[in-house]
C-alpha cells in the first residue's frame, strides 16, 4: 500500500481547519487534522515543505513507523507545530487502515468498551439568567453533562460566554478574523469573587444530579487555584479545568494539597512527556489533550494507556477548533480505550459541515462515532474551495495596569 500523494487543504467555513488527505496506489484515501488555532499556516508549511515530499513512496500500512521516523527522525522533537503535523499523517493512515480493514477506526483499535461516549456541552451567560437559558437549551438538546462559564462582573468580553445564547445555539469562537489580536481585559480577584456565586445558584436551580464542570484558562496562580477549588467544593463539580499554565506540573501539587475538587489539564500539550510529573504523581483526574495537537491517534492512545495506569481518565479536547476529522478520531478512541472519562463536545456550524461530511451521531447524551468504515468523515473538495483561509488570532489578555497575562 504505498502512498502516491498527499495534499494540504485549508479552507475556512466559519473558522479556519487544516486537512492532510493521504491517498494510496490502490485508492484509498485517509483525512488527518492538523489545525492550530491563530497558527494555522505555520502548520501547513510543516507539511507542506517537510513531511509530504518524505511521504510519497512509503508504505500506508506502516503506522508506527512513520510516527517514530517523523518524531524522532527529525531531531526536533514536541511543540504544538511539529505534533500536529504529526497527527495529521497518523490520523490519515490509521483512517486508511481502518477503510482498507473494512471497519470502523474503534474496531482496530480493540472494540467498544462502551455504547457512546458521554459528552459535556458549553453552557454560559453574561449574567445569571442568560447562563440558566443557556442550560436549559443544552439539557433539552439532550446533553448530560454540562460546562459552566459566565461573564464576571466589571470584566467586558470574558473567555467562554457565548455572544449570544438564551435558546440560540451557542457558536462560541475565540479566534476573530481582525489584523491584530483582541486585546481583553482581566481580573482574576474579581473572578474568584464571582463564581462560587455562581455554582451555588447553578446547584439551587438544577439540582445535585448534573455533571457541570469549569474551565479556569490558565488564569490563576496555584494559591488562588487552591482556594477556588476549595471554594467550589460544596458544589461537586465534575472537573476544574486548566486551574493554572501547565507546564509548571509541578504547581498541580500545591493545588491538589488543599482541595479534593477533581482536577483536568492538558490541552495546550502535545506530548506524553508534557504529562510525566502530573500522571506519575497522580496530581490530576483528567488529561484533556487533543488528538490533533497530541500526535494524532497513536499518540494519544500512548498517552491514556499511560494515564490508566495511574487511574488517570481521559476528557479530549472538543471545542470547535478541533475540526470534524480531529473530533472523529477522539471518538474512535472514546469508545475503545477503558479509561474513558468524559468528551468536550461543541457542535460545529452549518458551513463546517458542508464541508466535512461526518458520520457520527450524538444521542441521549452520547456521541457515537458510527460504524462507517474508518474515520466516517469525507471532504468535499468543492465545498472546501468556496471558503479561502481568512487570517485569525486568539485573543490577548491584559490586567487593568496593562500587563499581559494567560489567556
Ligand atoms: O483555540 C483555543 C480553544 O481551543 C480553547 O480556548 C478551548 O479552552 C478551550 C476548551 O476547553 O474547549
Ligand atoms: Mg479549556
Redesign the pocket.
Known amino acids: 500500500m504505498r502512498i502516491v500523494s498527499a495534499e494540504v487543504v485549508v479552507t475556512s467555513p466559519g473558522r479556519n481547519f487544516v486537512t492532510l488527505r493521504i491517498t494510496t496506489e490502490d485508492g484509498l484515501s485517509g483525512l488527518g487534522d492538523a489545525t492550530l488555532n491563530g497558527r494555522e499556516l505555520a502548520v501547513r508549511a510543516y507539511l507542506v515543505e517537510h513531511v509530504v515530499p518524505l511521504l510519497v513512496g512509503r508504505d500506508a500500512s506502516a503506522v508506527e513507523d512513520t510516527w517514530q521516523y517523523l518524531y524522532r527522525g527529525a531531531y526536533w522533537r514536541r511543540g504544538p507545530v511539529t505534533m500536529a503535523a504529526i497527527a495529521a499523517v497518523d490520523t490519515a493512515l490509521w483512517d486508511i487502515k481502518a477503510k482498507a480493514a473494512g471497519m470502523p477506526l474503534y474496531q482496530l483499535l480493540g472494540g467498544a468498551c462502551r455504547v457512546g461516549a458521554l459528552a459535556y456541552g458549553h453552557a454560559s451567560g453574561r449574567d445569571l439568567p442568560e447562563l440558566f437559558d443557556s442550560i436549559r437549551a443544552h439539557l433539552e438538546r439532550g446533553y448530560r453533562a454540562i460546562r459552566v462559564q459566565t461573564g464576571v462582573p466589571g470584566l467586558g468580553v470574558v473567555y467562554g460566554v457565548a455572544a449570544s445564547v438564551g435558546g440560540q445555539r451557542y457558536d462560541y469562537e475565540p479566534a476573530r478574523r481582525t489584523a491584530l489580536p483582541v486585546e481583553e481585559e482581566w481580573d482574576t480577584r474579581a473572578y474568584l469573587r464571582h463564581v462560587p456565586g455562581v455554582f451555588e445558584a447553578v446547584r439551587a436551580e438544577f439540582g445535585p444530579e448534573l455533571p457541570l464542570l469549569h474551565?479556569g484558562?490558565h488564569r490563576m496562580t496555584p494559591i488562588q487555584a487552591a482556594k477556588l477549588g476549595k471554594a467550589l467544593e460544596p458544589y461537586d463539580l465534575f472537573w476544574l479545568?486548566?486551574a493554572t499554565p501547565g507546564e509548571d506540573q509541578a504547581a498541580l501539587r500545591l493545588i491538589r494539597q488543599h482541595t479534593t475538587t477533581p482536577l483536568a489539564i492538558g490541552?495546550v500539550f502535545n506530548s506524553v512527556h508534557d504529562y510525566q510529573e502530573l500522571i506519575t504523581g497522580r496530581l490530576i483526574d483528567y488529561v484533556?489533550s487533543a488528538v490533533t495537537h497530541t500526535g494524532g491517534v497513536t499518540g494519544m492512545r500512548r498517552l491514556l494507556d499511560f494515564a490508566g495506569v495511574y487511574g488517570i481518565k481521559s476528557g479530549i479536547?472538543g471545542?470547535t477548533d478541533i475540526s470534524p476529522v480531529g473530533m472523529a478520531a477522539a471518538l474512535h478512541l472514546d469508545l475503545a480505550v477503558h479509561n474513558f472519562g468524559i468528551q468536550e463536545h461543541m457542535e460545529h456550524a452549518a458551513r463546517t459541515l458542508e464541508v466535512f461530511r461526518t458520520s457520527f451521531t450524538f444521542d441521549g447524551g452520547l456521541l457515537h462515532p458510527s460504524d462507517a468504515p474508518g474515520l466516517g468523515v469525507e471532504l468535499d473538495d468543492e465545498a472546501a474551495g468556496a471558503f479561502p483561509y481568512e487570517a485569525a488570532y486568539l485573543p490577548v489578555n491584559r490586567l487593568r495596569d496593562g500587563t499581559v497575562h494567560d489567556w
Open positions: 474551565d484558562h479545568e486548566d490541552e484533556r479536547h471545542p
